[in-house]
């Protein structure tokens, strides 16, 4: 296993190989983050009947041809009450918003257009029939699909399934994910580190991503430089439906991680990606658990879990789109050509009145992880590919969903 594959190639082999997690049915209050499993469907018409829009008086746009127009009130109607009274000639029906327009009725007069007096109203703007009233079934049919499958469930989405009834969801299950940090010279946050030594930064921003995302995840330790201690680390993370590794993978070191990998009977599907940073990404499976391990420098850790690793979950999780989101947006600033891989650079977005632009960190190599900071996502630069200012550029957004 020595071939390096394309950006695309791996995250081709990611989905295929993702699987999906279970079918379930989850409380509509779980479902953020999810993505449906099949299309939702409006249980009835939307609006479900003639709905007045404004606070107002529901008339007959013919008797207030003439203003001001005096109309006689027969009914109050609030919302959450139906309608008892046809609107006739000269008539009108005190109304509020949401509420049911009555028959007879073709439009709804603001009450600020109005001078309310008792038993009567007295009309002062004249309106065109329809107005203020939301016509049952003219947002969406019974019976139409308003949220397909595969689609991410977001706020908005959340608030859809509520209103066509959905107090359950069917998804697939999000994945549960484990973190494993490697590497003798690691020590902890709180920890004073040796002079040689340094922090674990890698799992606690794995940990960010993965609840950024929505996803569950936890944190195994780091597995020390040596062979039985990191096998029972990977071992207990393998029982997770999505491992994470990061560190000890490179050709050459003490490759602990990928050692014990091969001894647990991870299928390794690859191991090198042309892509800078993070060439050293490997990835199998055993059973139904995707396994990743990710390079051990922090910009790759960070880069490779959002390329790479939600590909997967995404696809685990039914998204119609596993891949992640990518903008076209202009650079500001230009770069010289980066070497002989696709490079992902940490960048800013800028909003000016000349629109939004890519703006790259400045940025010292994959172990540079300050780069990072407020960067909004990446820039991708082809292999020797030089980018000047104003070029159209593949901007990859980090909250991106
Ligand atoms: P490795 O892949 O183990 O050779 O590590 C590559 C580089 O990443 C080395 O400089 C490591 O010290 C660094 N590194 C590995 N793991 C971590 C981690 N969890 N947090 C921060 N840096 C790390
Ligand atoms: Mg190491």
């Given at each position: 296993?020595?071939k ?17 997690g ?5 409380e ?9 499993a ?8 939307f609006?479900p ?20 127009a005096?109309l ?12 008892q009274?046809?609107?006739g000639p000269?008539?009108?029906t005190r ?8 028959q007879?009725a073709?439009?709804?007069?603001m009450?600020?257009?109005t ?8 009309v ?9 009233i939301a016509r ?10 308003v ?14 399934l ?42 606690y921003?794995l940990?960010a991503q ?7 995840a936890?944190?195994?330790?780091v597995a ?9 680390m990977?071992e ?18 003490k490759?602990f991680?990928?050692?014990?990998f ?23 499976r ?8 990710l390079?051990g ?11 790479f ?21 202009p650079l500001k ?6 070497g002989d ?6 960048a800013r977005?800028e909003?000016s009145?000349?629109?939004?632009h ?12 300050c780069?990072?900071v407020?960067?909004?996502g990446?820039v991708?630069?082809g ?6 200012d ?7 957004p980090?909250?991106g969903?």
């Open positions: 296993m020595a390096m594959i394309s950006v695309d190639e791996a995250q081709a082999i990611l989905i295929k190989e993702a699987g999906r279970e079918r379930a049915e989850i509509l209050s779980e479902a953020h983050a999810h993505y449906l099949e299309d939702a469907r409006a249980d009835r018409d609006p009947f003639d709905r007045a829009m404004v606070d107002g008086f529901a008339l007959r746009t013919k008797d207030i041809a003439q203003v001001p005096d006689a009130v027969i009914e109050d109607v609030p919302a959450g009450r139906a309608p009274q046809a609107v000269g008539q009108a109304i509020m918003t949401g509420a049911p327009v009555p007879g073709d439009a709804v007069v009450i600020e257009h001078k309310p007096g008792g038993a009567r109203v007295t002062e703007r004249s309106l065109e029939a329809e107005a203020n049952r079934g003219s947002d969406r049919r019974q019976g139409a699909t949220i397909a499958a595969g689609m991410r469930i977001g706020p908005a989405e959340t608030g859809v509520a209103s066509v009834g959905y107090a359950k969801v069917p998804v697939f299950r999000k994945p549960h994910i484990a973190i494993l940090g490697s590497g003798d010279e690691l020590v902890e946050p709180g920890a004073q580190p040796k002079p040689w030594q340094i922090r674990n930064s890698n799992s921003q940990l993965a609840a950024s995302h929505g996803l569950s936890e944190y195994l330790g020390p430089d040596e062979a039985q201690r990191t096998r029972r990977v207990e993370g393998l029982a997770c439906d999505v491992l994470i590794t990061t560190g000890g993978v490179s050709v050459g070191d490759d991680i990928g050692a014990a091969a001894d647990l009977g991870v299928e390794i599907l690859f191991d090198k990606i042309a892509v800078k940073p993070g060439k050293p990404t490997a990835f199998g055993r059973g139904g658990t995707l396994v990743f391990g390079p420098n922090p910009v790759a850790a960070l880069t490779c879990f959002h390329l690793v939600m590909t997967a979950v995404r696809a685990r999780m039914g998204a119609a789109e596993p891949l992640p989101a990518r903008w076209r947006v600033g230009s770069r010289r050509a980066a891989r696709p490079t992902f650079v940490p977005l909003a009145e000349t629109g939004l890519a703006v790259p960190n400045e940025w010292h190599g994959s172990g540079d992880l780069a990072t407020q960067a909004a990446f991708r630069q292999a020797w590919q030089a980018l000047a104003g070029d159209a550029v593949d901007f990859f980090l909250t969903a």
